[in-house]
């Protein structure tokens, strides 16, 4: 009897100490699910929101405050400032997605395709689902001529998010180069 309070007193003290961001995954597979099912453009881009939202808890305020004030940075074109905030953000939480992938997407909007491709491989590790990276990927590969692999990247896009327009057009843009011209 001491034995299951001790283990039931431990187990509670652990699921209070986890981070809130742990438990967002059975959540965020759920919108996933949804998402790749979305009927019509308006229900996927709820969804999306909904998704993004789930995959932005750290668990930490600190590290969710990292992650606004970067986000803020870059909507404001403060590219410096935006890579400040999320290498702090990448260095003290290394297995939050979500900061890698703003880390990536401020190298991207300074040029710094090379790292910012590593950031994004780093996104994936951690979150194999998560679009936004692998749309960035797509984007480096297609800007640096790679249009296979780009091609490759939006593919996997459209079976996370069906109604993502910019890679519908991006597919289209790139299937004759990539598939060749049917005889």
Known sequence: ML?????????????ISLPSGLWAGS??????DELAQAQDAAA???????VVGEWSK????????????GEDALEVGKTEAA????????????????????????YYQANQFGVAMDALERTLAINPDHFGALRGVGAIHEQLGKAALA????????????????????MARLEREVKGVEL
Do not use: N
């Open 83 to 106: 890579i400040e905030h999320f290498r702090a953000l990448t260095d003290h939480a290394p297995d939050f997605a979500q900061g890698w992938q703003g880390l990536a997407m401020a």
């Open 151 to 170: 091609y490759d990247a939006y593919a996997r896009v459209l079976e996370l998010r069906p109604h993502d327009a910019d890679v519908i057009s991006a």
């Open 3 to 15: 034995f299951k309070s001790t283990l039931t007193a431990l187990c509670t003290v652990v699921m």
């Open 27 to 32: 959540r965020a597979e759920k919108l996933l």
């Open 58 to 69: 750290s668990g930490s305020a600190a590290m969710d405050l990292l992650l606004k004030r």
């Open 44 to 50: 996927a881009h709820r969804l999306e929101t909904q």
